[in-house]
């Protein structure tokens, strides 16, 4: 499976929901905390759920559709009755909006369990993926899932968006354009925890939807640091979300000759300095690409660059 790109549909939106399977996005989710609000929540759980149900098994160019929710945060009291609606559906998996730590995922994983149950949905086969940092307290406890022991969790994603309004932020970036201090800080925990935890590691969203060109310098640069994937929140963002973690053939190529020239335990680092790079990726990043089942593509992103093995 594919989880590059992640687009946010709105539940409550029957017209673009039914676009949503033309976007080239890997992963749908289905949107019911942003873009439903107030009185819309009840029509965005009913036009949810048929929607999951219609293409549950649905294929599309041969690919199995990715089907995700976003529910409501514990804090709105909100998220069971979001839970009851879709499950009928069987969502491959639920993002939890400003999650603060593990015990609200083993909450929400309880309701979930039940709901397999009542469903006769094979248990534990929903996934969670929280949207951590949102807060000063929920960045701090960010580290707390790379030991969460949970099967169910799959990764971790940011929301640079909701830490700012929490905090009363006046921006959150710099002079530069790069992300300012505390937020760079909570992309990192985000990061390097999902790695810890052996989770994909989800980039934020880039809000300007008409901004293509700065998404594309986002998405490449989340890829390079080690993000698996990137939220999305329209269409036109998609392909470059695709492009840029999507392995070029040149990637895939000289990964093929870093694992012929390699002994299968022995990381890259080990390796002579004559069959090396100082910033040479190691062996189990190598293979990642070729086992990604991505695939290849021509584009402008700079290849991994190696010495040629003599």
């Not at 969502?91 to 909450?107: N, S, V, Y």
């Not at 921006?171 to 992300?179: A, E, I």
């Not at 925990?189 to 590691?201: E, F, I, N, R, S």
């Not at 080990?270 to 990604?292: E, F, N, T």
């Amino acid at each position: 499976m594919r989880y590059r790109s992640w687009l946010y549909v709105p539940g409550d939106s029957e017209r673009k929901l039914g676009r949503a399977l033309d976007t080239g996005a890997d992963v749908i989710v289905v949107d019911l905390e942003g873009a439903a609000a107030g009185g819309a929540k009840l029509a965005a759980r009913t036009i949810a759920q048929e929607w999951l149900v219609a293409h549950r098994s649905q294929v599309l160019e041969q690919k199995p559709i990715t089907r995700w929710v976003r529910i409501n945060s514990l804090d709105s009291g909100l998220w069971r009755d979001d839970l009851v609606a879709v499950m009928p559906g069987a969502p491959e998996g639920i993002i939890l909006p400003q999650a603060a730590g593990t015990d609200a995922l083993r909450q929400i994983a309880a309701e979930i369990y039940e709901l397999e149950q009542a469903h006769r949905l094979t248990a534990g086969t929903t996934k969670i993926m929280p949207v951590v940092g949102e807060s000063a307290r929920a960045a701090l406890n960010i580290v707390s899932y790379a030991d969460a022991g949970m099967p169910r969790l799959a990764g971790l994603a940011w929301g640079p968006e909701g830490l700012r309004a929490s905090m009363g932020a006046m921006h959150q970036y710099d002079q530069k354009g790069s992300w300012s201090d505390t937020f760079r800080f909570v992309r990192t925990q985000t990061l390097l925890t999902a790695h810890a935890g052996g989770l994909m590691a989800i980039e934020a969203l880039h809000g300007d939807a008409e901004d293509l060109k700065g998404l594309k310098l986002a998405a490449r640069a989340a890829r390079a640091d080690g993000f698996t994937g990137m939220l999305a929140n329209h269409p036109a963002q998609v392909a470059e979300i695709n492009a840029a973690f999507t392995a070029v053939e040149a990637d895939l190529e000289q990964a093929r000759q870093i694992v012929a020239s390699s002994d299968e335990d022995t990381e890259v680092e080990a390796m002579p300095a004559d069959r090396r790079r100082a910033d040479l990726p190691p062996l189990k990043i190598v293979k990642q690409i070729l086992g990604s089942g991505l695939e290849p593509r021509s584009g402008e992103q700079p290849p991994l660059r190696v010495l040629r093995t003599t």
